[in-house]
């Protein structure tokens, strides 16, 4: 049997703003993109606090980041990053973080989250410091054991804003 998709956009009450949403007919659980954002949120708020314990069950076993700097990094990297970010005074903190889920793509046991993201920090790489960094990223998320946990991460940086002084 043949399975087709529907495209549709999640009603604004359930999100900050529309969502386009592709969905596999044999799905019904759309509202899975609502938890997911909701757990997202959660782990973008944990990040950017450098709460990295509890971060952690955010986190398949086998969580893969291909993030802004070029690099793939597993789920102990990327938890090790998160945890200097509270350590460290030469590690980033993000002073502003702006996530907006554009798209998103639900099959079976797995949501998929596509967007954008403003980000301003400071510390980390002093050629971004203070400068809102404009990225686009895809978010993998899948449920294990009742739990939605995010299995992968890919983020670019698009551009960067320069002040005029």
């Not at 789920?75 to 973080?97: C, D, K, N, Q, V």
């Not at 990223?137 to 670019?156: H, I, M, P």
Request: proline share 4%.
């Amino acid at each position: 049997m043949k399975a087709t998709h529907r495209e549709i956009i999640m009603p604004e009450e359930r999100t900050t703003a529309p969502v386009r949403v592709s969905v596999l007919d044999t799905v019904q659980r759309v509202g899975s993109v609502a938890d997911v954002m909701q757990r997202e949120k959660e782990l973008n708020d944990l990040t950017s606090r450098g709460d990295a314990r509890s971060a952690e069950s955010f986190y398949t076993v086998d969580f893969m980041l291909n993030g802004p700097g070029n690099r793939f990094l597993n789920r102990a990297e990327t938890l090790a990053g998160i945890g200097r970010t509270a350590s460290s005074p030469h590690a980033f903190r993000y002073t502003s973080y702006e996530h907006t889920v554009e798209a998103a793509c639900v099959r079976d046991d797995l949501v998929v989250l596509m967007g954008s993201e403003i980000t301003v920090s400071e510390g980390g790489r002093p050629e971004y410091d203070g400068k809102p960094i404009m990225r686009r990223f895809t978010d993998v998320w899948r449920k294990e054991g009742g739990e939605w946990k995010k299995l992968a991460r890919q983020s670019t940086i698009t551009g960067v804003a320069h002040t005029l002084d």
